[in-house]
């Protein structure tokens, strides 16, 4: 079995990567593999609800960024960790838009799969971007692994985040979690919906 992590930082060994990293040594130790992909720091689109990957679904329809190829991962993995730096109080903008056009454009290889968010930061605001990386989770029926605190870890300058003693302690407890739950369902997605949808919105 194996787990997709997301660095989703601009600095591909900041905090974020340490916090994953620490991750991926805890699961390597219960035997599940990891892959950490960066998102890199170049230009990333944002969805413009064009819908074309309704029509074709499995990859967004811009296919100029890394969007598709980390999406394509995900096809051949069976759990999801989102890391990220906090900027004023949110996730980093870049890994919210490519979280929202694979989920929208390849929601069949998300669906159904564990998941888990990791927030980094300096001081404050680590639990108002947690909550918004795990909300797309929930829409997806992604089972969100827990640990023993929400998983944000702290430190500023990079490498930091390895002083932060229960930062990482939680980091290994997320992967032990994960680990139990992969190994618990075979790593089988957990089942979708029993019946139809039936979206509403409130305008009559």
Request: charged letters at 20%.
């Amino acid at each position: 079995m194996k787990v997709l992590m997301i660095n989703g930082s601009p600095r591909q060994k900041g905090n974020t990567a340490v916090a994953l990293a620490e991750i991926a040594r805890q699961l390597e130790s219960e035997g599940i593999d990891s892959e950490i992909v960066w998102i890199g720091n170049k230009p990333l689109r944002g969805c413009i609800a064009c819908n074309t990957c309704k029509q074709n679904p499995g990859a967004c329809v811009f296919d100029d960024d890394v969007c598709n190829r980390i999406s394509e991962k995900m096809n051949g993995a069976d759990a999801l960790v989102v890391g990220s730096p906090v900027y004023y109080g949110q996730p980093n903008g870049a890994v919210l838009a490519i979280v929202q056009r694979m989920l929208y454009s390849n929601g069949a290889a998300f669906s159904g799969k564990p998941a888990a968010a990791v927030a980094v930061c300096r001081r404050g605001g680590a639990d108002c971007a947690f909550q918004t990386l795990n909300l797309p989770f929930q829409m997806m029926n992604m089972p969100v692994v827990t640990s023993q605190y929400w998983n944000i870890v702290y430190g500023r300058e990079p490498g930091q985040a390895a002083l932060d003693s229960e930062g990482m302690q939680t980091m290994r407890t997320l992967a032990r979690n994960m680990a139990a739950l992969l190994k618990a369902t075979g790593g089988k997605p957990a089942p979708g919906r029993e019946e139809p949808w039936a979206p509403m919105h409130f305008i009559r």
